[in-house]
């Protein structure tokens, strides 16, 4: 099991969903943000992450997408405000797509800490917005 799997099933506890493009999805933006270093808005869903989950699940590019969208609103719905202050570091009231969860997740896999502290407080330099931050 993947650490991305790890997560997830951290989040929804036992189902019986089928995660893995979503864990796919996690892991490839994490590759993309922090090993390529692309920023975050120039990462595109159509573009770069279905496709590839695709190929990796030998499914379509419409049913991965369908897959990731379910799987990112049932976590979003699983979490308690604990869960969010811990994979998200505080508390929103909505997210605007799955999209938000897959970087929410890749960023708590690669550091181990939540999205907004890592942008308060960056370990290292790295690339938000096409913006370095330091």
Request: glycine fraction near 4%; hydrophobic fraction near 40%.
């Amino acid at each position: 099991m993947t650490k991305e799997t790890i997560l997830i099933r951290s989040i929804l506890g036992p189902t019986r969903r089928d995660i893995f493009p979503m864990a796919c999805a996690v892991e490839i933006v994490k590759k993309l943000l922090f090993y390529r270093k692309i920023p975050l808005d120039d990462i595109r869903m159509t573009k770069d992450i279905y496709p590839a989950v695709a190929q990796q699940t030998k499914k379509s590019c419409q049913a991965v997408a369908r897959q990731i969208e379910r799987t990112g609103n049932l976590c979003w719905e699983s979490m308690d405000e604990g869960q969010k202050m811990q994979y998200i570091g505080k508390t929103i009231k909505d997210i605007q797509g799955p999209r938000d969860m897959i970087f929410y997740l890749a960023f708590y896999s690669y550091f181990h800490k939540p999205y907004y502290e890592i942008l308060e407080n960056p370990p290292w330099s790295f690339c938000v917005n096409k913006v370095y931050i330091v």
